[in-house]
């Protein structure tokens, strides 16, 4: 009988830990970028259906630590306690002449979303980097390839109001993505609830 140790593993998962966003809120956002969208030229805008705020990136993850990192998600998950947060305004990475990635900020007074990221950090150190640049809470809006002044096309996007409603964060979600030639589609694996 053949070794099956000696078998090839079977295809990496691109996974990564996002919270969702409310649609309604979605929605609003929507309707605020809306005139921005034909302004900035080789822009590629995400979908509504994308919008997540992305806690924690994993890449690359063979299917057998899969369940080893649900685990770990869940105990980070366990040990935080929900919080409430808000669309605050329009931003770019790394800077405005020379901006990558157009997205929308969300508020984190009291430190919730930097906690979810340091938390996780700790529970999935075996099998992932930590990131080492401070957390910033947002949903990516648009991407730049090559990156570009944004003052070129639009001098009133960076800082743009995007206020919403308070909404809360009660759930972490473990998402697969499915990169193609359309792009990126993401499937939900498992949802996490905060502080049970």
Not at 52 to 79: M, N, Y
Not at 92 to 107: D, I
Not at 152 to 174: C, I, M, Q, Y
């Amino acid at each position: 009988m053949r070794d099956r140790s000696g078998r090839p593993e079977a295809k990496p998962l691109r996974l990564f830990v996002a919270v969702d966003v409310p649609p309604a809120v979605q929605d609003g956002l929507a309707v605020a970028i809306a005139s921005y969208r034909d302004r900035i030229p080789l822009a590629r805008w995400t979908g509504l259906e994308n919008w997540h705020v992305t806690v924690k990136f994993l890449g690359t993850t063979w299917p057998r630590l899969v369940d080893p990192v649900r685990a770990a998600i869940g105990s980070a998950a366990s040990a935080a306690a929900p919080f409430q947060t808000a669309l605050t305004e329009v931003g770019v990475f790394p800077s405005a002449r020379r901006a990558r990635v157009v997205w929308a900020g969300l508020s984190d007074p009291d430190g919730g979303f930097a906690r979810l990221a340091d938390s996780l950090d700790g529970a999935l150190g075996e099998f992932v980097e930590p990131e080492r640049r401070p957390f910033t809470p947002h949903l990516t809006l648009a991407r730049l390839t090559p990156p570009r002044d944004i003052g070129e096309f639009t001098s009133d996007l960076v800082g743009r109001s995007v206020a919403s409603e308070p909404f809360p964060v009660e759930h972490l979600v473990l998402y697969q993505s499915h990169l193609s030639p359309r792009g990126a589609t993401y499937e939900s694996l498992e949802v996490f609830a905060l502080g049970r």
